[in-house]
């Protein structure tokens, strides 16, 4: 695959050691703008720097452009031409930096040796609109080149924040402290030997993002086996939390021997200890459904008006206080291009946790275009808690009744879904006044 055809976020002209400095500290600006994160960024800057390094080594000058496709998945490309640079030593010099882009391809045009290399953008990324595209553009035009001990500098407090997330998570990372310190000590005779040491330091980079690859594949395969052990656990104890709820339900039954007063409290109280239990536990199994990535989005053009009646006639059981009013306006549009199951069960999550918070007011289901509403008049929730309410197993401290209870999984399950869909998921609060969630989908 190739870039389309468009017009360049920034061209850079590479002639001497110092404009490999400048060509740097502009790629890793550039991936900002677009939208990179900051590990990829260095990435992306240390790969470009090294190719500009061998192409200046094997021609003398390389020309490089930045170029932006918006199409799926959107990616970063940047073309650098050197009219004298030999492709076979190009691509040998080039061969350890593969790992740190998506792609890296060397051709020979008739105007001289062409080097393609791409980095993908991260789903979260705004999207490159021809708007944003000119935004992105008058910053960079803007953007003052800075001395090679400045990126230098640059560069050495992103390894610094690299190590220190990584020391976080693994602690048998620890030898990389060494290797840090001694990039340190060799930013430092860069004063002296910038060409060698800068050529040594990218070296070290390359290396050290390849244990960092090994660590995050460690991780993952630790994040897959706690929700295996979720799901595991979770299905083997729905049988037993089932039968418990049944066995309580017979002997409660009429045709059963009668029970005292105190026993039928008791397996009344029984009863609704193990509904409750059942409930935490299919929120565990869907949870962990969410987080193994077994949840694929089949997108249709779905009928917004059939989603809302659903919605309509299976919360009005839910809304039995007469003080409180449940309002579904009619979805405007009617027709968008989601998939149907996840939108209906993040929405009747909304809309189900909204009536346990809300004693009287209104509960009210809204959609304008691909912006979904769920609006109440509940307790509401403090500004320095509403981000900890999207955290597993987390309830919200307030007075109301037990009613407004729950098992502290339903909004983090509803965000997870939404980001399945390509969404985001947002509050807006106040205490005392209500609250706002705000589900916005990608537009067709």
């Known amino acids: 695959m190739t870039p389309s055809g468009g017009e360049p976020l920034l061209q850079v002209r590479v002639r001497a050691e110092p404009d490999i400095f400048v060509a740097r500290k502009l790629g ?16 992306f800057a240390t790969a470009l720097s090294e190719i500009g390094r061998v192409l200046l080594a094997a021609g003398g000058a390389a020309d490089i452009a930045f170029l932006p496709d918006g199409a ?4 970063l490309w940047v073309v650098m031409v050197s009219p004298a640079a030999a492709p076979d030593a190009v691509t040998q010099g080039t061969a350890p930096v593969r790992r740190l882009v998506d792609s890296l391809e060397v051709s020979d045009a008739r105007f001289g040796t062409v080097v393609r290399l791409s980095r993908r953008l991260p789903t979260q990324a705004p999207p490159l609109t021809r708007k944003r595209l000119d935004e992105i553009r008058d910053e960079l035009a803007h953007l003052a080149p800075g001395s090679p001990l400045e990126e230098l500098a640059d560069q050495n407090e992103q390894l610094i924040a690299a190590l ?25 005779a860069l004063y002296h030997q910038l060409s060698d040491e800068l050529e040594e330091t ?16 460690q991780l993952r395969a630790a994040s897959e086996a706690k929700s295996r052990f979720l799901a595991n656990v979770s299905h083997e104890l729905r049988a037993p939390v089932t039968a418990i709820i049944g066995l309580g339900r017979l002997l409660t039954d009429s045709a059963s021997d009668p029970l005292t007063e105190e026993q039928s409290r008791q397996v009344e109280l029984i009863r609704g200890s193990a509904t409750d239990l059942l409930t935490l536990v299919n929120d565990l199994l869907d949870l962990a459904k969410a987080e193994a990535g077994r949840i694929e989005p089949e997108i249709s053009d779905v009928d917004l008006k059939v989603v809302f009646g659903e919605l309509r006639g299976t919360l009005r059981a839910l809304a039995t206080r007469p003080e409180v009013e449940l309002i579904v306006e009619d979805p405007d549009p009617v027709t968008l291009r989601t998939d149907e199951v996840l939108l209906a069960r993040v929405l009747r999550n909304l809309m189900t946790n909204a009536l346990k918070f809300t004693e009287r007011g209104s509960v009210r289901l809204s959609a304008r275009g691909s912006v979904f509403t769920v609006a109440d008049t509940g307790v509401g929730i403090p500004e320095e808690l509403q981000e900890r309410i999207f955290e597993e197993f987390y309830q919200v401290p307030s007075g109301v009744t037990a009613r407004g209870t729950g098992t502290g999984l339903g909004l983090p399950y509803a965000r997870r879904l939404v980001t399945i869909l390509g969404g985001t998921l947002t509050l807006q609060s106040t205490p005392g006044v209500g609250s706002t969630f705000t589900v916005t989908l990608p537009e067709a």
Do not use: F, H
């Not at 070290?204 to 660590?215: M, S």
């Open 28 to 43: 890793r600006e550039v991936a900002r703008a677009v939208g990179l994160e900051r590990q990829d960024q260095t990435r």
């Open 202 to 217: 990218n070296r070290g980079v390359v290396a050290l993002y390849g244990e960092l690859d090994e660590k995050s594949v």
């Open 72 to 75: 799926n998945p959107p990616t």
């Open 164 to 188: 220190d997330e990584v020391r976080a998570q693994r602690d048998e990372l620890a030898r990389l402290n060494a290797e840090l310190e001694e990039t340190n000590r060799g930013v430092m």
